[in-house]
């Protein structure tokens, strides 16, 4: 599976942005799905996932009411909407494929594989 990342970009706090990932290649709904993040001199973390077949979805703490994960079976993409952005959720976002399907394997970075090349998101204060 490639997966190419887009839709980050410079935006205020408060604000939102809409990441997608598109892939070639596989027909996403036969991955869980998720998308994480790296900040500089961070480790990369979770951000949110979806289930393969299920569709249920997890969120970070930190992210949970303010973003949105879904796939598009049609367009073979997934997205990740992004509201209520803050500063802290600047970051490289990456979005990833796994051949697991339980949501608590998908929460760890280990358990996908494939990955996306980032896009940068940044949040101004």
């Known amino acids: 599976v490639q997966l190419q990342a887009s839709g980050g970009g410079l935006v205020q706090a408060g604000g939102s942005l809409r990441l997608s990932c598109a892939a070639s290649?596989?027909?996403?709904?036969?991955?869980?799905m998720g998308w994480f993040r790296q900040a500089p001199g961070k480790e990369r973390e979770f951000v949110a996932a979806?289930?393969?077949?299920?569709?249920?979805?997890a969120y970070s703490d930190s992210v949970k009411g303010r973003c949105t994960i879904s796939i598009n079976n049609a367009k073979n993409t997934v997205s990740l909407q992004m509201n209520s952005l803050k500063p802290e959720d600047t970051a490289v976002y990456y979005c990833?494929?796994?051949?697991?399907?339980?949501?608590?394997?998908?929460?760890?970075?280990?358990?996908?594989?494939?990955w996306g090349q980032g896009t940068q998101v940044t949040v101004s204060s």
């Open positions: 290649g596989r027909t996403l709904s036969n991955y869980g």
């Open positions: 990833a494929a796994s051949k697991m399907s339980t949501l608590v394997a998908l929460i760890t970075p280990m358990r996908y594989d494939y």
């Open positions: 979806i289930g393969r077949s299920s569709g249920s979805t």
